[in-house]
C-alpha cells in the first residue's frame, strides 16, 4: 500500500497536485505532492538487475513502465479525490545508461544500465589515439576536442552510454539496428510516458555530442558524435529543462489510470533531481548522496574538467549553471551485499528491520572499528579515479575481529572513500580551506542511519545536515521539477522549501582514528591498484548472476 510521511492525514492544500516518479537501481518510488515539493503520499516497488559476464548490468524498461504504472494506481485508489488535481508527471531515474527501443517505446533489447561495462574495449578504442596522455590512454587530439567543447569525455570503462551504444553496435547488431533511439533512462520514460523523444539539456549531456561551452546550447554536435561513434539519426531532440514535453498519450494514461490532459515533464537524472530534493540549487552548496550509488555535487557558475580525479563541471537543470559530476560505484550496495551475502540475513537487504539490525550490530563496534578497513570497491571506482579493476576488501583483519567490527568498518569504509571524493569536489571548485565546501546536505537511504550521518561528519570533517525525509529527495526533486514547469515555484524558493531534519558536528575526539584510516585505505589503493588491473582485465568474465 501507498506510504508517506504524511499518508493518513495528508493535507492536500488547495493547489496543483504533481506526480513524481523516481526510477533508481534497486527501486522505484512514485510520489503523490503539490507542486511546492511537499510528500504527501508514496508507493514503491523493487525492481531485479542481471548482472551478466563480462561485466554487463541489465534491466528491463517493462518492468519500469510496470512499476510505474502500479505505484500510479496504488496513490489514486487511496486518494481518489486527488485525480483530477494532478496536472503533471516527471520522471527522475538512474541514468548514464542505454536504451535501445523502437518509435513508439517498445524496447528492442533489454536496458543497460549504468553499470555496465561491457563496452570498455570499444571506449578504449574510441578514445585512444596515435599518440596519448599519461596516465590516461586518451588520444591526445580526441582529448582536447572533447574537453575543449563538452568539459568531459567518454570513460573508457565503457559505463556510459557511449561504450554502451559501441558494444550495443558491435555485440548486438540486430538490436542496434532495429533500435529508432537510443536513448538514456529518463528519456526513455518520458518517450514511453508522452509519444516524444526528447533528452533535457541535462541528461544530453552524458553522450559527449553536446557543445556545453553556451549552457542553453540544444543541438548535437556531428564531429563529437562521430567521434564517440554515435548516430545523431538515432538521438533524441534536445529540450531545455523543466519543459512541458506534451499529455499523456492515450495509451500511457490508460496504463496509469490517469486523464489524458496531465503534462509530462522532460525527465532528468537522479543526480539532478536530488540537488533540487535537497535544496542545494546555489553555487557551491554541496549535497551528498549514498543510496545504491553515491556522489557528492554541487553547482558551479562555469565549465571545468579534472581529468585525472574524473570530475567535470555539466550543464545543469539550474539555467545558465554547471554541476559537479562525480560518482563513487558502490555505496549502499555494499550494504545490501553484506546482508546478503556475509551475514546472510533472511530478510530482503532493502527491508527496513535487515538495515536496522546491522546498523545496531555495527553500533556496538567502536568508532574506527578496532581498526579494521574496508574498501568498498565491488564494481570498481569513478571518482577520483576511473578503474574499472578495483575490487572490496576488507584489511587488518586479526582473530580478534568480530561481525559488529566487520559492519561498522563498511559504513565507515564508505565514508573513507566519500572523504577522497570531497578532497577532489573541493580542490576542483578551489574551497580548500580548513571549512572546505562548509555544511553538506545530505540524502538518499543512507542518510536515514544516524550512525552513518555521525560517521560522515567525523570522517569528511565537516558538519552534516541530514534532510528531512531524506530518502525521497530524488522523488521530491522530481515533484519539484514538474512545479517549476507548471510555474508555480521559482528557482530562487527551492532552497527554502526543503527543510534539515538535523545537523550533525565532527566528533574531535575520533578525528585521529579515522585521519590513520583514511591514510590506510589510499595506502591500500597504491599499493594493489596493478594487481587489481592485472587480476581483472577488461576481457575477464565475470560469473553471471542476479541482484535483486
Known amino acids: 500500500m501507498p506510504t508517506g510521511p504524511h499518508d493518513a492525514g495528508a493535507d492536500f492544500g488547495a493547489g496543483p497536485l504533481v506526480l513524481g516518479v523516481d526510477l533508481g537501481t534497486g527501486g522505484l518510488r512514485t510520489a503523490l505532492a503539490t507542486a511546492h515539493g511537499v510528500i504527501l503520499a508514496v508507493a514503491r516497488r523493487d525492481l531485479p538487475t542481471r548482472l551478466l559476464p563480462g ?107 557511449v561504450g554502451q551504444a559501441l558494444w550495443l553496435r558491435h555485440e548486438r547488431p540486430e538490436a542496434y539496428r532495429a533500435a529508432r533511439y537510443l536513448l538514456d533512462v529518463p528519456e526513455y520514460l518520458t518517450l514511453r510516458a508522452s509519444g516524444r523523444a526528447v533528452a533535457a539539456r541535462d541528461t544530453a549531456v552524458l553522450r559527449w555530442a553536446t557543445d556545453t561551452r553556451d549552457p542553453s546550447t540544444l543541438a548535437w554536435d556531428e564531429q563529437l558524435a562521430r567521434m564517440g561513434g554515435l548516430e545523431t539519426a538515432k538521438l533524441p531532440e534536445q529540450v531545455p529543462a523543466a519543459t512541458l514535453v506534451g499529455p499523456l498519450t492515450p495509451g500511457a494514461a490508460a496504463d496509469l489510470g490517469l486523464p489524458e490532459g496531465v503534462q509530462v515533464v522532460a525527465g532528468t537524472g537522479d543526480t539532478t533531481a536530488a540537488a533540487l530534493g535537497a535544496g542545494a540549487v546555489r553555487d557551491y552548496a554541496p549535497h551528498l548522496y549514498v543510496g545504491t550509488s553515491a556522489w557528492l555535487s554541487c553547482h558551479v557558475p562555469r565549465k571545468k574538467t579534472d581529468v585525472l580525479r574524473n570530475i567535470a563541471a555539466l550543464p545543469a537543470a539550474v539555467p545558465g549553471k554547471y554541476w559537479v559530476a562525480t560518482v563513487q560505484d558502490v555505496a549502499g550496495r555494499a550494504v545490501d551485499w553484506l546482508i546478503e551475502n556475509v551475514l546472510a540475513d533472511p530478510d530482503h537487504p532493502r527491508s527496513a528491520s535487515a538495515i536496522d539490525r546491522l546498523t545496531a550490530l555495527a553500533a556496538t563496534a567502536p568508532p574506527g572499528a578496532h581498526g579494521v578497513v574496508f574498501a568498498p570497491w565491488l564494481n570498481g571506482e569513478r571518482t577520483p579515479v576511473d578503474d574499472p579493476s578495483l575490487r572490496g576488501s576488507w584489511f587488518n583483519l586479526s582473530l580478534s575481529t568480530t561481525r559488529a567490527d566487520l559492519a561498522r568498518a563498511v559504513f565507515e569504509g564508505i565514508a573513507l572513500n566519500t572523504r577522497w571524493m570531497l578532497e577532489a569536489v573541493e580542490h576542483f571548485t578551489g574551497h580548500t580551506g580548513p571549512e572546505g565546501l562548509g555544511p553538506i546536505r545530505f540524502i538518499g537511504g543512507g542518510a536515514s542511519s544516524t550512525l552513518w550521518c555521525q560517521a560522515m561528519a567525523d570522517v569528511l570533517n565537516r558538519p552534516i545536515d541530514q534532510v528531512a525525509e531524506p530518502s525521497l529527495a530524488n522523488v521530491r526533486g522530481a515533484a519539484l521539477l514538474a512545479g517549476l514547469a507548471l510555474g508555480e515555484v521559482t528557482w530562487d524558493q527551492i532552497p527554502d522549501l526543503v527543510q534539515i531534519a538535523a545537523r550533525y558536528e565532527p566528533n574531535p575526539d575520533n578525528r585521529a582514528r579515522y585521519d590513520e584510516a583514511y591514510a590506510a585505505l589510499r595506502a591500500h589503493h597504491k599499493a594493489h591498484r596493478k594487481l587489481y588491473a592485472r587480476l581483472n582485465p577488461p576481457s575477464a568474465t565475470q560469473p553471471a548472476r542476479a541482484a535483486g
Not at 527501443?101 to 536496458?111: F, K, R
Open 55 to 161: 561485466g554487463g548490468a541489465e534491466q528491463d524498461p517493462d518492468d519500469w513502465w510496470r512499476a510505474t504504472a502500479e505505484t500510479v494506481r496504488e496513490l489514486i485508489a487511496a486518494h481518489p479525490q486527488a485525480v483530477d488535481r494532478i496536472k503533471a508527471l516527471c520522471f527522475s531515474a538512474q541514468w548514464g545508461g542505454l536504451v535501445p527501443a523502437a518509435a513508439d517505446a517498445t524496447p528492442v533489447h533489454p536496458a543497460l544500465i549504468w553499470m555496465d561495462a561491457r563496452g570498455a574495449r570499444y571506449a578504449q578504442d574510441a578514445t585512444g589515439g596515435a599518440v596519448t596522455v599519461p596516465g590516461t590512454g586518451y588520444g591526445v587530439l580526441k582529448l582536447r576536442t572533447w574537453l575543449a567543447k563538452t568539459g568531459g569525455v567518454p570513460t573508457r570503462s565503457g559505463k556510459d552510454p
